[in-house]
């Protein structure tokens, strides 16, 4: 279920809030922990154990650590929760990838080497990392385990943020498992963040997908080096408003029920260097590697050359975790060797150009670099990069060109996208704040608030008018 879909929209989503909030708050949790169970159980039946068995293996590993059996603990929570990443993300693309050397160097049996394609969890990705360093921050001594399995596994469960994040940590949310209330404001806030992320995720992720999914789809052969760029365009602001979208829609959900989620995004595409754009672009997920893996490794406290090492093994664990491919492996490496580049001195000379410069060299690193991470296969990304620098197969008369595209929907989404891309819509809420607080008739606010609101109704209306027209509803991180 995707919170885009009308399903979780006209059904669970206002089920679930009528009932959370007519329950005692004591009964929350379990209803909420139900409910979850319910939106993962939707349409993934039985894999919803596998979130379950999860839990109960780092809720055990929190209660070993705790208890003094500190080693024990810690190797439960490892072991188990990776053998089960492992088990259901990677296995197969290691079947493939043994019977691809094997292939290649001719070793007989080799084509016999297969194994059934394993369905892969929705959030395991998610709910592994939390596990984990739920189980690291109890070792750590940072935080205390939680007694309660019903309590933890709402935690774990939760279905706002569990699909595609932002990775939640328990000690950021720990109070308010055991003791949270919701304002009518605190609710308002929640509703109009959902509304913002749900129009980022209809209105343009999906104008975008449409159009980058047509040419990265498309022979290589019938469409030119401008449409080449035209589509990596599109993919680079599909990806931010999809995923930003949907990260919106969870942290708005948490407000409703009282959770505060932190920011995820920080608008990246606005940043002066690789190493910027990681503090911007899927905040929760930079910052997980930085705690748990890369200071443990050592940081940047010993010799250059650990630090360089430490890079490409945190950037190589990144790639490797948004899928098992070849692709994604050379996307997190491309973008390691980058932050080792800028480390070794270019970042000196970024802060020192010209910002519009500094933003041009970010924007074409990143933008190569999502052609690894659309693209099926390292060949296909190879030949598509080929083509953006007129290298690709020519043709005298093309299906695709440029022009096929500019339709005045693509163009005023191109233009949306651009803008929106910018810290336009915090200026104007700041602005708009400092106007609410300048007013001080009662007339004059009600006006204001009503303008305000009118707004996102329209925004609600305009997103949903959108999806019951157009059927067209990927999601990019539904399954990492």
């Known amino acids: 279920m995707l919170f885009s879909s009308a399903i979780f929209l006209f059904l669970f989503l206002p089920v679930f809030l009528i009932i959370y909030y007519l329950l005692p708050r004591q009964w929350h949790n379990a209803f909420l922990f139900g409910a ?7 349409g993934e039946g039985l894999v919803v154990l596998v979130l379950l068995v999860s839990a109960l293996i780092n809720f055990i590993a929190g209660r070993l650590v705790e208890n003094g059996r500190r080693q024990a603990g810690l190797l439960l929570s490892l072991v188990g929760s990776l053998s089960l990443l492992f088990y259901y993300k990677y296995s197969n693309f290691l079947v493939d990838s043994v019977r691809g050397f094997a292939e290649a160097f001719a070793i007989p049996g080799a084509t016999n080497l297969n194994m059934a394609q394993i369905a892969l969890p929705i959030g395991i990705s998610f709910y592994t990392f939390q596990g984990i360093s739920y189980t690291l921050d109890i070792y750590w001594g ?3 385990a939680n007694r309660s399995f019903l309590d933890y596994g709402t935690y774990v469960a939760m279905f706002p943020h569990q699909i595609a994040g932002p990775i939640v940590r328990y000690a950021d949310i720990a109070p308010e498992l055991s003791d949270r209330r919701t304002t009518v404001e605190q609710f308002g ?8 992320g749900l129009a980022k995720k209809v209105l343009l992720a999906n104008t975008f997908a449409s159009l980058a999914d047509t040419i990265f789809n498309a022979p290589p052969d019938s469409y030119p080096a401008s449409t ?3 589509g ?30 932190k920011e995820n995004f920080d608008y990246p595409y606005i940043s002066r260097s690789i190493q910027d754009f990681w503090r911007r672009w899927h905040i929760s997920l930079s910052s997980w590697f930085r705690d748990y893996l890369y200071i443990p490794l050592g940081g940047n406290r010993a010799s250059k050359a ?22 994604f492996i050379v996307w997190g490496l491309y973008h390691g060797l980058f932050l080792m580049i800028e480390r070794a001195g270019l970042r000196k000379r970024l802060d020192q150009l010209w910002a519009p410069v500094a933003h041009a060299y970010t924007l074409v690193v990143v933008l190569i670099g999502w052609v690894f991470f659309r693209a099926v296969d390292l060949t296909s990304a190879l030949i598509y990069l080929k083509k953006m620098i007129g290298l690709g197969p020519e043709s005298a008369n093309y299906a695709y060109p440029l022009t096929y595209f500019t339709s005045t929907e693509v163009l005023v989404s191109l233009v949306l996208g651009f803008v929106l891309a910018t810290p336009v819509y915090h200026t104007f809420q700041k602005y708009w704040r400092r106007l609410m607080t300048r007013v001080v008739t009662t007339p004059a606010r009600l006006t204001l608030d009503l303008v305000y609101i009118s707004g996102l109704l329209l925004l609600f209306i305009s997103a949903i008018a959108y999806l019951a027209a157009d059927t067209y509803n990927p999601f990019i991180y539904f399954r990492f």
């Open 306 to 327: 650990r630090t360089y090492r430490n890079l490409l093994i945190v950037f190589f664990v990144t790639g490797l975790w948004h899928g098992a491919s070849m692709n």
């Open 142 to 144: 940072r935080i205390k």
């Open 232 to 261: 990596i365009v599109a993919y680079t602001l599909q990806i931010y408003f999809d995923f930003s979208g949907y990260s919106d829609m969870a942290i708005g959900l948490g407000k409703m029920v009282g959770f505060d989620f």
């Open 36 to 42: 979850s169970l319910l939106f993962y159980a939707w």
């Open 228 to 230: 080449a760029w035209l």
């Open 189 to 196: 806030v929640g509703a109009e963040r959902f509304i913002i």
